[in-house]
């Protein structure tokens, strides 16, 4: 049921718009309109001219991010600085004209254009444009109302403003406090929560995978808190929302069963440290090292720079090769041959000798070179070698020993074969060549029917 004062309202807004006639009718009402147009164009004039140059000593500044940043902050409004200041010029010069009952616009000016100027600034902290200047236009409402001294007549305006819903009141006032203490709370936890993340990061004595995991619950923990916190802060009855909570509960068990099934695979892994960030893994057909652990999904980087978002859930149901579980050492099998005019061992020898030239070849364990058996046209060998940044690639290093051992065999006589192939004809074929007929001839025959 509505329950706005209709009457209320409008008396009160016929008492501001009398007081703003009242105000407009003075004569110095238009004097002073006068001078703050005038100090803002002139400020802005000027500061056509100032910001090139700020900007270009703001580039030569190096190694100082930070007085960068409150620099360029400046910079991009040095427009408001200026008007600033001759606002300020310009009060003192009406004051000292003995006319004190007349600078109230100009005193009023200057003190939004203060405030503004001071919220447009800080809010830098916050790296969303969107919502830094959102957040500011909200504190810039609250801080003006304020300096008009309307926040009590706002406030009765806003809670005027309402909907009886059962035995709960919603007004405008209500919601407007909850969205900014809301708001208020969580920014306050994500902060804590990305400082402490980083403090545990930090921790070298702490495996990854319990890094990731106590970064999470740190900051689900403090989401949560700060959400009760606001409702608390609000007025709200938590125990009136149980039932509320039970329905959303098993909503969410219906609906949203893949989104909770990755998130208890997400806590799982974090868990059995089965993967890490950092690990090279294998899933399916996608091969790449794990670069971060995320509630939902885990990202894997490729070699080729594509990085895949794979949902939690697959890490628990399907195959997953680790390269890198208990150690970083991956060997890897080289195949070829060599014909049958060489001699296998000096092939043996040449060949460990190839695999050791690449940098990513490790000495220890040593590379290794085996004959595996007679081929139709060449022995057949198999190469080892081991190397400690799978991540780096497989194929690369793969093709590098291949063509360290082209080379070394080129140097060193020995021969690669190439299957051959020999037609050999029992009986001599004669080929007889027929020409067609010329079917001008008259001696053609027809071939229709």
């Not at 919603?170 to 709370?185: D, E, G, H, N």
């Not at 909770?260 to 057909?285: A, C, M, Q």
Request: charged share 20%.
């Amino acid at each position: 049921m509505e329950t706005t004062d209709l009457a209320g309202l409008s008396q009160t807004l016929s008492a501001l718009l009398d007081a703003g006639q009242s105000y407009l009718a003075q004569p110095w009402t238009y004097y002073q309109l006068a001078i703050v147009a005038a100090c803002y164009l002139v400020a802005w004039l000027i500061s056509l001219k100032v910001e090139p140059w700020l900007e270009e000593r703001a580039r030569a500044i190096k190694g100082k991010p930070g007085l960068l940043r409150v620099i360029v902050s400046f910079m991009r409004r040095i427009n408001w600085v200026l008007f600033i200041v001759f606002l300020a010029i310009a009060r003192e010069i009406v004051l000292a004209l003995s006319w004190p009952s007349r600078t109230y616009l100009i005193g009023l000016a200057l003190a939004l254009a203060s405030a503004w100027l001071a919220i447009r600034v800080s809010s830098r902290i916050i790296h969303s444009k969107s919502l830094a200047r959102l957040i500011s236009l909200a504190i810039f409402a609250y801080v003006a109302l304020g300096i008009l001294d309307l926040r009590p007549e706002a406030s009765a305006f806003l809670d005027q403003l309402a909907i009886q819903v059962g035995d709960l009141r919603i007004s405008a006032l209500f919601v407007l406090r909850t969205i900014i203490v809301a708001t208020a709370f969580l920014w306050i936890a994500n902060l804590m929560g990305n400082f402490l993340d980083s403090r545990i990061t930090a921790i070298e004595d702490l495996s990854p995978s319990f890094k990731a995991l106590a970064g999470k619950v740190v900051k689900i923990g403090l989401i949560a808190t700060a959400i009760m916190m606001a409702l608390s802060s609000t007025g709200i009855d938590l125990t009136a929302l149980t039932v509320f909570s039970g329905a959303v509960g098993v909503g969410l068990g219906f609906g949203l069963q893949k989104v909770v099934s990755n998130f208890i695979s997400g806590v799982i892994i974090l868990v059995d440290r089965s993967i890490k960030p950092g690990d090279t893994i294998e899933l399916g057909e996608t091969f790449g090292w794990i670069r971060e652990l995320r509630a939902r999904f885990v990202s894997v980087i490729t070699r080729d720079g594509r990085e895949y978002l794979i949902p939690n859930e697959d890490f628990i149901t399907q195959q997953v090769v680790n390269w890198s579980f208990s150690d970083k050492l991956v060997r890897l099998d080289v195949d070829f041959g060599v014909s049958y005019d060489s001699d296998p061992h000096e092939v043996t020898k040449l060949a460990i000798s190839a695999a050791s030239t690449p940098t990513r070849v490790l000495e220890a364990p040593s590379p290794v070179c085996w004959m595996t058996g007679f081929g139709a046209s060449s022995m057949d060998f198999r190469l080892r070698f081991w190397i400690s940044d799978p991540q780096a690639g497989l194929t690369n290093v793969r093709g590098q020993v291949l063509l360290a051992l082209w080379d070394i065999f080129k140097e060193n006589g020995v021969a690669i074969p190439f299957p051959h192939r020999e037609i050999i004809l029992r009986q001599p074929v004669e080929v007889v060549r027929r020409e067609a007929p010329d079917a001008e001839s008259p001696n053609a025959k027809s071939r229709e029917p």
